[in-house]
């Protein structure tokens, strides 16, 4: 490892904690301008990354063909060697929206090498104002949170999340992102939005997730069927889930 280290300390960051070596890509896009090429592309050994204005695209193995069918990826493709993260999101979170209704939620997931995880999927409250007219909606979200275990106890740490939705179904609406949808990396707790519906009533609805964050891969299946009220129709958030 240190021979590893010292081959590739100024390419890559590697650090050591309690469990292991951390090893991942060191810039922030935001500082990339003068080691990126001119279309936004770094190559290391085998893997190409390509970074765009709202994600980065890791391809593995990767050769023109594969270059040229997903350069515009916006979804992580697993099996084909492609990694998708968003690096701009803005629902980073400490805990669930205090106003949120709990449909279901993960509080005693057994832990997994020094790590937790927690997830609660709720519909959040919006009210928009307009002068005098007053509109509303609800979202059907995901929070998710990981702890990993530190001198002092379990701490939120910096990880990244993932969902695979194989379906949402409603009465005159359904929804599936079979691909495994990543956010980007940071500290803290993150809600993913699957989408909205416009009014102050949620209607019933069946969903089947899948979700989990880089370190804790094995919390259960969700598959939830929620009694609401009204017909009003579902619009999906698509890729955009861990953005909004």
Do not use: C
Request: glycine residues 8%; hydrophobic residues 30%; charged residues 30%.
């Amino acid at each position: 490892m240190q021979e590893f280290e010292r081959r590739y300390q100024h390419v890559l960051k590697i650090e050591e904690d309690d469990d292991g070596w951390n090893i991942d890509y060191p810039f922030n896009v935001e500082n990339l301008e003068y080691v990126l090429s001119k279309d936004g592309k770094i190559k290391i050994g085998t893997t190409l990354w390509l970074y765009k204005a709202d994600r980065k695209i890791n391809i593995h193995d990767v050769t023109q063909e594969k270059l040229e069918k997903y350069k515009e990826a916006k979804v992580s493709i697993l099996d084909k060697g492609v990694s998708v993260y968003y690096y701009k999101p803005i629902r980073w979170r400490a805990a669930r929206e205090s106003n949120a209704v709990q449909l279901i939620d993960y509080p005693d997931l057994p832990t997994i090498d020094k790590r937790r995880y927690y997830a609660s999927l709720d519909i959040l409250k919006r009210e928009f104002k307009d002068g005098t007219k007053i509109s509303y909606r609800r979202i059907l979200a995901l929070f998710q949170q990981g702890k990993k275990k530190k001198l002092f106890g379990y701490n939120v740490y910096a990880t990244s999340y993932y969902v695979v939705i194989f379906s949402i179904r409603g009465n005159n609406w359904s929804y599936a992102d079979p691909y495994k949808i990543t956010s980007s990396e940071a500290k803290g707790g993150r809600y993913y939005l699957f989408g909205y519906v416009d009014g102050q009533t949620f209607p019933s609805f069946s969903i089947s997730v899948k979700h989990g964050s880089r370190g804790y891969t094995s919390a259960p299946q969700i598959d939830y069927t929620y009694f609401g009220s009204g017909d009003a129709k579902f619009i999906s958030y698509g890729n955009e889930g861990y953005k909004k």
